[in-house]
């Protein structure tokens, strides 16, 4: 008999502390989303994403100048290509000032 007990005691626990976490993840996921839809949030990503592909774009051609002549011309090309692209536009395609 007791162990019936047992199983069932840890049945109902089981279900009942899945029920809690599913629960306690919907909270947190409903939360995640709304700081993510804030505009001031949105703003700092796209500012933080913009500054990163700059700080990127400098590096690769800093990189290119340093060893542009030992690395062979495609990859060259590529490099100069993608800071001439990023310099024009950002990675949505709108055009920077």
């Known amino acids: 008999?007791?162990?019936l007990t047992l199983v069932?005691?840890?049945?109902?626990g089981y279900v009942l502390g899945a029920?809690?976490?599913?629960?306690r993840y919907e909270q947190i996921s409903k939360t995640a989303r709304q700081i993510a839809q804030n505009p001031r949030v949105q703003d700092a990503a796209?500012?933080?994403r913009h500054q990163a592909g700059a700080v990127a774009?400098?590096?690769?051609?800093?990189v290119a100048d340093k060893v542009g002549d030992r690395l062979p011309n495609a990859v060259t090309?590529?490099?100069?290509l993608f800071n001439r692209q990023h310099s024009e536009d950002?990675?949505?395609?709108t055009v920077r000032h």
Do not use: E, L, P, Y
Request: a positive charge; glycine letters at 24%; hydrophobic letters at 45%.
């Open 1 to 3: 008999m007791w162990k």
């Open 19 to 23: 029920r809690a976490g599913r629960q």
């Open 77 to 80: 090309d590529r490099v100069a």
């Open 46 to 48: 796209g500012k933080a």
């Open 8 to 12: 069932a005691g840890v049945g109902i």
């Open 57 to 62: 774009g400098k590096a690769a051609g800093a």
């Open 90 to 93: 950002d990675s949505w395609g």
